[in-house]
């Protein structure tokens, strides 16, 4: 059951946003995309859900192109780096544009339960547009996580969650709230893409890092194995250290 990228090549106007890269969300993993400004990442999203179409890209071994709209809508969802609404929406209203599960009361069992564990159930009343831009971050976390729903993971087929730097506006407590609920939806076995800049953030919440420059994968696979000194280093023209937090145990990367 994945998500797959296999030799993407996208070229975009004059730029060659993506040479061959291939990437496999498996569902029940978590995977933190990382990479400098402009390595593609926020495109490799796009192509892997279905926006940019290509014939490289597979859910289940299938081409996603044959995979019908409803079918993708129930299955994958997508947190774009844009937060912001043309209309002026109630936050109750943008989460529900996310149910796509049909039933109504099952619709609103679903958002009151995503609303309560993403902390914004309190906003719902609120207009969408008046809100902080960490909030409207969480409110649109939650509108994904409504959209694959499934009770007791019920239902045909694998799920995914893509999301592009969904922790870019939060402060330390609600980006840890935000990347905490995407492994819990991990463990519901949906394969999770997370566009992240904050390695400390990829080594400790993923379980596969793919890391992307210049439309290039330079690596994918465990933290330990992709996030070195000498790879970050020369990846970010930057000196990176990369330690072991003596006490808790993890990955610590910092420049010098
Ligand atoms: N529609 C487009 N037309 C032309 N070039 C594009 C288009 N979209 C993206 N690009 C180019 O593709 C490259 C990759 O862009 P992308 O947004 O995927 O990078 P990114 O890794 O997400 O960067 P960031 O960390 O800044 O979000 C950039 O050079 C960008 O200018
Ligand atoms: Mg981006």
Same mark, same amino acid.
């Given at each position: 059951?994945?998500?797959?990228? *296999?030799?993407?090549?996208?070229?975009?106007?004059?730029?060659?946003?993506?040479?061959?890269?291939?990437?496999?969300?498996?569902?029940?993993?978590?995977?933190?995309?990382?990479?400098?400004?402009?390595?593609?990442?926020?495109? @490799?999203? $796009?192509?892997?859900?279905?926006?940019?179409? /290509?014939?490289?890209?597979?859910?289940?071994? #299938?081409?996603?192109?044959?995979?019908?709209?409803?079918?993708?809508?129930?299955?994958?969802?997508?947190?774009?780096?844009?937060?912001?609404?043309?209309? *002026?929406?109630?936050?109750?209203?943008?989460?529900?544009?996310?149910?796509?599960?049909?039933?109504?009361?099952?619709?609103?069992?679903?958002?009151?339960?995503?609303?309560?564990?993403?902390?914004?159930?309190?906003? +719902?009343? $609120?207009?969408?547009?008046?809100?902080?831009?960490?909030?409207?971050?969480?409110?649109?976390?939650?509108?994904?996580?409504?959209?694959?729903?499934? $009770?007791?993971?019920?239902?045909?087929?694998?799920?995914?969650?893509?999301?592009?730097?969904?922790? !870019? /506006?939060?402060?330390? *407590?609600?980006?840890?709230?935000?990347?905490?609920?995407? #492994?819990?939806? !991990?463990?519901?076995?949906?394969?999770?893409?997370?566009?992240?800049?904050?390695?400390?953030?990829?080594?400790?919440?993923?379980?596969?890092?793919?890391?992307?420059?210049?439309?290039?994968?330079?690596?994918?696979?465990?933290?330990?194995?992709?996030?070195?000194?000498?790879?970050?280093?020369?990846?970010?023209?930057?000196?990176?250290?990369?330690? #072991?937090?003596?006490? +808790?145990?993890? @990955?610590?990367?910092?420049?010098?």
């Amino acid at each position: 059951m994945t998500l797959q990228a *296999d030799g993407v090549t996208l070229r975009l106007g004059a730029v060659q946003v993506l040479k061959d890269v291939s990437l496999q969300l498996a569902a029940g993993t978590v995977t933190a995309l990382v990479g400098p400004n402009g390595a593609g990442k926020s495109s @490799l999203l $796009r192509v892997l859900s279905g926006e940019i179409a /290509s014939r490289q890209v597979f859910m289940d071994s #299938r081409p996603l192109a044959e995979v019908g709209i409803r079918d993708l809508a129930r299955r994958r969802s997508v947190m774009t780096q844009s937060t912001s609404m043309a209309f *002026d929406f109630l936050v109750a209203e943008v989460l529900a544009m996310g149910w796509v599960g049909g039933a109504r009361e099952l619709g609103a069992v679903a958002l009151n339960e995503v609303a309560r564990d993403c902390l914004v159930d309190h906003l +719902l009343e $609120r207009r969408f547009n008046t809100l902080s831009g960490g909030k409207r971050q969480r409110v649109q976390f939650a509108r994904c996580r409504l959209q694959i729903w499934r $009770r007791n993971d019920s239902g045909p087929g694998s799920r995914y969650l893509l999301l592009d730097e969904p922790t !870019s /506006s939060l402060d330390l *407590d609600h980006e840890l709230l935000v990347l905490r609920q995407a #492994r819990r939806v !991990s463990a519901e076995n949906v394969g999770v893409l997370v566009v992240l800049h904050d390695l400390n953030q990829a080594a400790r919440f993923a379980d596969q890092v793919a890391l992307l420059a210049n439309g290039a994968m330079v690596a994918s696979g465990p933290p330990e194995a992709v996030l070195t000194s000498t790879t970050l280093s020369r990846v970010y023209r930057t000196a990176v250290c990369v330690e #072991r937090h003596p006490r +808790l145990g993890r @990955l610590v990367i910092h420049t010098e």
